[in-house]
């Protein structure tokens, strides 16, 4: 749980710092919450690639991710700035889980 938190942090600081100052800035709020975005799904992959989570379990708690994601960018934005965090979430999610593919073990955590 400690290394999903520290990911979460370390997601959302990279993608926050690459947004904001490489890539374009839409304004420090909307870079902080795409950041966010791409934290949440590194770290919530992080945790969830684990034995004990079944593949109902893993897609339950993403979709709760999704939902609280969007919920938060609404209540701070709009919709329309609100979508493209699910699919960054998306994205980042589904990479990670991609490259656990290539492994033996299918686990990133080991």
Do not use: H
């Not at 593949?55 to 969007?70: E, N, R």
């Not at 979508?83 to 080991?110: G, N, Q, W």
Request: glycine share 8%; aromatic share 20%; net charge positive.
């Amino acid at each position: 749980m400690q290394k999903a938190i520290i990911y979460l942090f370390a997601g959302t600081g990279l993608s926050f710092l690459l947004n904001y100052f490489l890539l374009g800035s839409q304004g420090w709020e909307l870079d902080l919450y795409y950041g966010f975005a791409f934290g949440l799904a590194w770290g919530t992959a992080y945790f969830l690639d684990d034995e004990k989570f079944t593949l109902p379990k893993k897609l339950g708690y993403s979709f709760i991710s999704m939902v609280v994601l969007l919920i938060i960018g609404l209540i701070l934005f709009n919709l329309e700035l609100a979508v493209p965090s699910i699919i960054k979430f998306s994205m980042v999610f589904v990479a990670y889980y991609v490259f656990a593919s290539f492994r033996k073990t299918k686990s990133l955590r080991k």
